[in-house]
C-alpha cells in the first residue's frame, strides 16, 4: 500500500470531525435548576379578603409554590371577596423578595388585574409563577404577594 502526504491528514480530519461531534452533543444538553419556594399574601385595604374556598370561609395567608425547574410555571387559585360596601378595581404587586434580584428571573402575575369587583362579590382569581429558564443562582426564595382594591 502507498501512502501520499494527503492519507496522512487523513487521521487528523477524522479527528477533527469527531472533536466537533462531541462538541455539538454537549451544546444539544439542556440543563435545569428545581426552585424551591415559597410567598405570602397580604392586602393593601381592609376590604378585600383573600379565601381558599370558593365560600369564602377559610382566610388565605401563604402560597407554598413547590419546586419548579427553570423555566417552568405553576398557579395558584385563591377566592378574593370584597368585603366593603363599595366597588374596588383589583391588582396585584409583589415585592419583598428574597434574596434581592430574584424577581429578575421569577414572576407573579394573576388573571383579575385591573377587574372591578362589586361591593360583597368573591371571584376566583388564578395568580401565576414563572421562572425564566435562564434563572441562575437562586435555589429557594420567599416574596410577599400584596393584593389590592381601588375604588
Do not use: E, R
Amino acid at each position: 500500500m502507498k501512502f501520499t502526504k494527503h492519507s496522512k491528514l487523513f487521521p487528523v480530519a477524522l479527528a477533527v470531525i469527531a472533536l466537533a461531534l462531541t462538541a455539538t452533543t454537549f451544546a444539544a444538553i439542556t440543563v435545569t435548576s428545581n426552585v424551591s419556594s415559597t410567598g405570602t399574601i397580604g392586602t393593601s385595604t381592609p376590604n378585600i379578603g383573600v379565601f381558599s374556598d370558593s365560600a369564602c370561609t377559610t382566610a388565605k395567608s401563604a402560597i407554598s409554590w413547590g419546586s419548579l425547574a427553570a423555566g417552568a410555571s405553576t398557579t395558584q387559585t385563591v377566592y378574593v371577596k370584597n368585603t366593603g360596601n363599595a366597588a374596588m378595581t383589583l391588582s396585584l404587586s409583589s415585592n419583598n423578595w428574597t434574596p434581592t434580584g430574584a424577581n429578575t428571573y421569577i414572576t407573579v402575575s394573576w388573571d383579575k388585574q385591573g377587574q372591578t369587583l362589586s361591593a360583597g362579590q368573591s371571584t376566583p382569581a388564578i395568580i401565576t409563577l414563572a421562572v425564566s429558564p435562564s434563572v441562575t443562582g437562586i435555589t429557594t426564595f420567599s416574596n410577599t404577594i400584596t393584593l389590592s382594591g381601588t375604588g
